[in-house]
């Protein structure tokens, strides 16, 4: 039986883990990473159990897009045993729902573009994203959280960076 809860202080060796599994050691040379210089947002962060075995873990991070506060999801994780099993689904599925739940608009994923688009998720490719480093630009993609969000965006200069956590 899948179960998902919220991350804990007590799951974040699991959650280590995954993430090493899944991304590797050098995750963090990712462009992606810049974006994180601080905590994600801790009431969007699952956790998923197979049983009472912890194989998933989804988070969002805030960043700002020009002067908006916006969602970055990711990363996502499974672990490769029970990869094609839908726990990822459900993980974005339920993370989705709760970001609805908050005062977002806009959720932005640097993730595969075959995999995010039964989410929502749309190319961010026509809006000229600045980002902090490489990217594929195919990656990036949007979904409203707010019906007609993306039509209020500018069609280029948008500008992509991370919050740095007050000192």
């Known amino acids: 039986m899948f179960k998902i809860t919220q991350q804990t202080q007590a799951d974040s060796q699991v959650i280590e883990a995954l993430m090493t599994e899944a991304f590797g050691p050098n995750r963090y040379d990712r462009s992606v990473w810049a974006l994180r210089p601080g905590a994600p947002v801790v009431a969007l962060c699952l956790v998923?159990?197979?049983d009472d075995q912890a194989?998933?873990?989804l988070r969002f991070w805030e960043v700002m897009l020009n002067d908006e506060s916006i969602l970055l999801l990711g990363p996502l994780a499974v672990q490769p045993h029970v990869r094609g099993k839908g726990f990822g689904r459900q993980l974005v599925q339920e993370g989705m729902r709760l970001a609805r739940l908050g005062q977002w608009r806009i959720?932005?994923?640097s993730g595969e573009p075959d995999y995010y688009p039964k989410f929502g998720f749309v190319p961010a490719a026509?809006?000229?994203?600045d980002w902090?480093?490489?990217v594929e630009p195919e990656?990036?993609?949007f979904c409203e959280l707010v019906p007609g969000a993306l039509a209020s965006l500018p069609?280029?200069?948008l500008?992509?960076?991370g919050i740095t956590p007050p000192a």
């Open 48 to 50: 998923g159990y197979d």
């Open 55 to 57: 194989v998933g873990s």
């Open 107 to 109: 959720v932005l994923v």
């Open 126 to 129: 026509g809006y000229d994203l």
């Open 132 to 134: 902090p480093g490489f």
């Open 139 to 141: 990656r990036l993609q």
């Open 155 to 157: 069609s280029s200069g």
């Open 159 to 161: 500008v992509v960076r």
